[in-house]
């Protein structure tokens, strides 16, 4: 098999993101302007491992566009896990995690981890290209502590016949903070026989051009700037085609909200919790609503629903906000997530 997509076809990605990108938020997200192609969140792959029903159903609500994503170290069990996703034809592609560097994850050689083993990788991609008859992708990180030996890490990865691989232009030890360097993509793109996809702050419609252009990669892949924004997408499209670039307005981003607000609330979750579940999403979002960050200070004291939907009312339809526009980049001072990893 081969990537469903062309070397110079500027795909666009949504990345994978645990507890964010289910079914239901990549459906969301699609509806604003789909990406060509997502990758589920991972499958933590071990003897007692199960698929996460949510996370399954992200893949069979549109199996030729999303991707199952395999995280893991053991190639018994990881052979195992094949031979069950084989169960349902009709998922087409299959990536494996090279980059996760949550520690509980890494120290136990997986994700990230592996990027110190390149014996072991051979292995594991060894095992799954022989038992998956589909597209088969690798996502990975430049390097563990350093990025010196990311060419013999891509070829390392390259020897185990992906289809296309996403680089995620940060070594591990960088967690998700610190500049991407994109060099590492223009040499990848250069190497490389199959699709490179770019990764790493790729925040915007311009941003995404301006890498494809300077380094040839295949496409790019987002994962913190769409739950921000998740028009980007259509409007990569409409940058990567010269037309047009859609500028939401404040009032369209009230809207979003109360789309997650729904999701948030949906199916047997518990009530209590809707309105620390829809912060996850608005930290994001809050980046790009004021640049003093007011919305973000505002938002995060709120207490109970109805007092967040308050904040948001008068930060993004009153007061006459309604009509301004949604900042495209996010806002240089503020902080969506100041104590956590993932924060951009
Ligand atoms: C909350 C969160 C969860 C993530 N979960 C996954 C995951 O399950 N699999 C994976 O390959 N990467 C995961 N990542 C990494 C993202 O896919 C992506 O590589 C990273 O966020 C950089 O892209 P961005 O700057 O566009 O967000 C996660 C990132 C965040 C912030």
């Known amino acids: ?18 507890d964010i990108t289910d079914a239901g938020f990549i459906s969301i997200v699609s509806g604003y302007g789909a990406p060509d192609f997502a990758i589920a969140e991972y499958f933590r792959i071990h003897e007692f491992y199960e698929f996460e029903p949510d996370v399954l159903k992200a893949a069979l609500d549109n199996p030729e566009r ?7 170290e053991d190639e018994t069990h990881i052979a195992r896990a094949v ?7 009709q998922i087409k592609m299959l990536d494996l995690n090279l980059g996760c560097p949550a520690p509980k994850v890494y120290k136990k050689n997986v994700g990230g981890g592996l990027l110190r083993h390149p014996g072991k990788i051979r292995s594991i991609m060894r095992v799954m290209r022989g038992e998956w008859g589909g597209c088969f992708s690798v996502k990975m990180r430049t390097g563990f502590e350093e990025d ?3 060419k013999e890490l891509l070829e390392c990865v390259l020897e185990g016949r992906p289809d296309f691989i996403t680089v995620h232009a940060r070594t591990v030890k960088q967690l998700y903070r610190g500049a991407p360097d994109y060099s590492k993509i223009r ?16 925040s915007s419609a311009d941003k995404a051009l301006k890498v494809i252009e300077e380094t040839k990669c295949a496409g790019v892949m987002s994962g913190r700037h769409a739950v921000r924004n998740p028009w980007i997408f259509r409007q990569m499209r409409e940058k990567f085609d010269g037309r047009p670039v859609f500028e939401p307005t404040l009032a369209d981003v009230r809207g979003y909200i109360e789309k997650l607000h729904d999701h948030a609330a949906s199916g047997k979750r518990r009530m209590k919790y809707v309105d620390s579940r829809l912060k996850k999403y608005i930290n994001f979002i809050g980046a790009s609503v004021d640049e003093k960050g007011e919305f ?3 938002m995060r004291r709120a207490r109970g629903i109805a007092d967040l939907m308050k ?8 007061n006459g906000n309604a009509d301004k526009k949604f900042s495209p980049e996010p806002y240089p001072d503020v902080c969506s997530r100041p104590n956590h990893e993932g924060g951009l």
């Open 296 to 298: 973000l200070y505002h």
């Open 1 to 18: 098999m081969s990537a469903p997509f062309a070397k110079d076809s500027r795909t666009t990605f949504l990345a994978p993101m645990q």
């Open 311 to 318: 904040v948001c009312d008068a930060y993004l339809v009153e």
């Open 66 to 72: 999303v991707c199952v994503q395999f995280i893991g």
């Open 187 to 202: 040499q990848a793109a250069k190497i490389s026989p199959v699709p490179i996809i770019a990764n790493g702050d790729i």
């Open 83 to 89: 031979a069950e996703l084989r169960m349902y034809p």
């Open 148 to 150: 010196e030996n990311f």
